[in-house]
């Protein structure tokens, strides 16, 4: 059994329900621009190695929530954690990008694949469960996967890429094999959700961090399809509790009516969007979450507070079935100086309760 | 005095007239998929000893040509040749992308920009003429410039970028010296473009490469405002002659009804994009140009050409007042193989020669 919980603003706002003030996170606030995270980060000799070790993810977990008064945890982890659990060998080499030591590239091992044993994720569901219990009920957990896409992306590439020339080309040519690799991620991305909701996630995020390189039409169909199918299959409540949904498409603004579609609570948005007018589009069918672009954070304290204010004003004061999660665009830069989210946090924590007495 | 035209397709698809077939060039389809361009590149030693050359230019520039039934020509040349002349110092090392030896990052660097002298782009403008006489009338003859936008991020991140941390860190931190930058690159842009009209252009095109990656709010005030201030100034006719101006913003579907509004003639999109919704946001106000995936010539000729008709149908029969010229959403690979561009090419003009006789 877990603390109950003292700041349910985030879990609040990602329902749609009224809040005191607009809660803030930041996608990979416990990260490299923090000087702790780096000094566990050479304890733990690799990013693996500090992954996979439940002591040292629940300690960088907390970091970020000593120094800020974020309003939600995240689990430290990776997206890449089903595919490395599907046995195609996930890496991190010094100041370079995952790379997976096996592609998934032709017939035989498109053939090969399946869901995985979730006994082989154990490491991630006992990091979820022994932060749950360091948090003591301050904040929210959230857990997270790559979407289906996203981890087909790398799948296919075996890592970054400029182009997604070897994932487009499959998909092109092969759209029967595109489509079983994508279903077989979708059955392990649900199940591995759902076995980090068991464990204590308190809500839980699909990265689909690639979506947005797909033509119109073959996001429907190679990202989205599968992005709904996982929705449909995770829990949507947990021992009588909601568990509330997040679905992020980076660079999928120009699809914000479908993707709001798609079974998720809360759809993230990055910093190309307006979202006042992403707010009008999607009514009071979803919350949303973002969208400050995270090179803001490289500006002064007086900078930083002004672009928070900025976002916001455009979202407008959030009414009732309006809910409003403020967020950076996409991760946090590995040089950011940690003064700016300082600010940052204050600034939105501060002016969201204006606007809400100013209403 | 040069030729007449013998194909003016495009020159009408730009200006929304009527045509008996969809228009068809390929960004950057003049290189390195050609082996003639890489024989050529080879002899010339370096890539701007291939730009700088009137003669090697020539012959690159009309390669493709020889080879598929495009409906025009683009000048070989580079989008960074503006800050080059500058005096930035442009290189390109081998296997990597363009590098400036001299960036533009403080007060001082900033106060010394100024519209550099046109004598030395001569190589470009003596490129525009003799393209145009070796052309012989053929098709129309494209020239074109980066945006001041896109060639700020260059002249401050020194190069290419992953996350644009150091041009938005400048935007962000110091918006008086990025105006001043990109006010100095819009009257130089507008005299270079009208530089290449005089010397025979017969069409200019704007890439506004990485306007996508800004916020909303900044684009428009960073991005869109520099290139209508550019095309305020472009000639929009030359010797009693329309001269047809493009605008194309990579990530510039979210802003298209304000980027319709710039002044192009012609807004160009990537794949992102459906063109069916485009075409219908913008009206009568622009033709469009885009927006195959440059990932589809990666698959076999039948799967090219389905795409290529998937593209068209979404356009739909080119009415009067709805110009379309068909384009990739970005540059070619160099990766792709030629045969797949003889498909696309022939499936384009086919199609919507098929398209106009069934309305």
């Given at each position: 059994?877990?603390?109950?919980?003292?700041?349910?603003?985030?879990?609040?706002?990602?329902?749609?329900?009224?809040?005191?003030?607009?809660?803030?996170?930041?996608?990979?606030?416990?990260?490299?621009?923090?000087?702790?995270?780096?000094?566990?980060?050479?304890?733990?000799?690799?990013?693996?190695?500090?992954?996979?070790?439940?002591?040292?993810a629940t300690e960088v977990t907390l970091q970020p929530?000593?120094?800020?008064?974020?309003?939600?945890?995240?689990?430290?982890?990776?997206?890449?954690?089903?595919?490395?659990?599907?046995?195609?060998?996930?890496?991190?080499?010094?100041?370079?990008?995952?790379?997976?030591?096996?592609?998934?590239?032709d017939e035989a091992a498109v053939a090969?694949?399946?869901?995985?044993?979730?006994?082989?994720?154990?490491?991630?569901?006992?990091?979820?469960?022994?932060?749950?219990?360091?948090?003591?009920?301050?904040?929210?957990?959230?857990?997270?996967?790559?979407s289906p896409w996203t981890l087909a992306c790398y799948m296919v590439e075996g890592g970054g890429s400029d182009d997604y020339r070897l994932v487009k080309s499959l998909m092109y040519?092969?759209?029967?094999?595109?489509?079983?690799?994508?279903?077989?991620?979708?059955?392990?991305?649900?199940?591995?959700?759902?076995?980090?909701?068991e464990a204590g996630a308190q809500a839980v995020m699909l990265f689909d961090s690639w979506g947005g390189v797909l033509a119109d039409g073959a996001f429907q169909q190679f990202s989205l399809a599968y992005s709904r199918q996982v929705l449909s299959h995770?829990?949507?409540?947990?021992?009588?509790?909601?568990?509330?949904?997040?679905?992020?498409?980076?660079?999928?603004?120009?699809?914000?009516?479908?993707?709001?579609?798609?079974?998720?609570?809360?759809?993230?948005?990055?910093?190309?969007?307006?979202?006042g007018a992403a707010r009008a589009r999607v009514g009071d069918r979803v919350a949303l979450q973002g969208n400050l672009d995270p090179n803001v954070l490289f500006a002064p304290p007086q900078a930083v507070r002004a672009q928070a204010r900025a976002v916001l004003d455009s979202f407008g004061n959030p009414a009732a079935g309006h809910g409003h999660v403020f967020n950076l665009g996409h991760g946090i830069s590995q040089f950011t100086p940690p003064e700016s989210v300082e600010a940052l946090v204050d600034e939105v924590h501060q002016h969201s309760r204006r606007l809400r007495t100013a209403a």
């Open positions: 059994m877990f603390a109950s919980l003292q700041n349910d603003t985030f879990l609040r706002a990602c329902l749609r329900q009224p809040t005191e003030h607009t809660p803030i996170w930041l996608m990979r606030q416990a990260g490299r621009y923090l000087p702790e995270y780096r000094a566990t980060r050479e304890k733990a000799g690799s990013f693996m190695g500090l992954a996979t070790n439940t002591d040292y929530l000593e120094r800020f008064p974020l309003d939600a945890a995240i689990l430290f982890s990776d997206i890449l954690t089903v595919p490395d659990a599907m046995g195609l060998g996930l890496s991190f080499q010094q100041g370079e990008g995952p790379k997976f030591a096996r592609q998934v590239r090969a694949l399946e869901v995985p044993d979730m006994d082989k994720l154990r490491y991630v569901f006992d990091a979820v469960t022994s932060i749950r219990h360091a948090l003591n009920g301050r904040v929210p957990l959230i857990g997270f996967s790559g040519s092969r759209p029967d094999l595109m489509h079983r690799i994508l279903d077989v991620n979708a059955r392990s991305v649900a199940a591995y959700l759902n076995a980090q909701i995770v829990k949507t409540e947990h021992g009588g509790v909601r568990i509330p949904r997040l679905l992020f498409t980076k660079g999928g603004g120009l699809w914000l009516d479908e993707i709001a579609d798609a079974g998720a609570d809360v759809v993230g948005l990055d910093w190309t969007m307006n979202l």
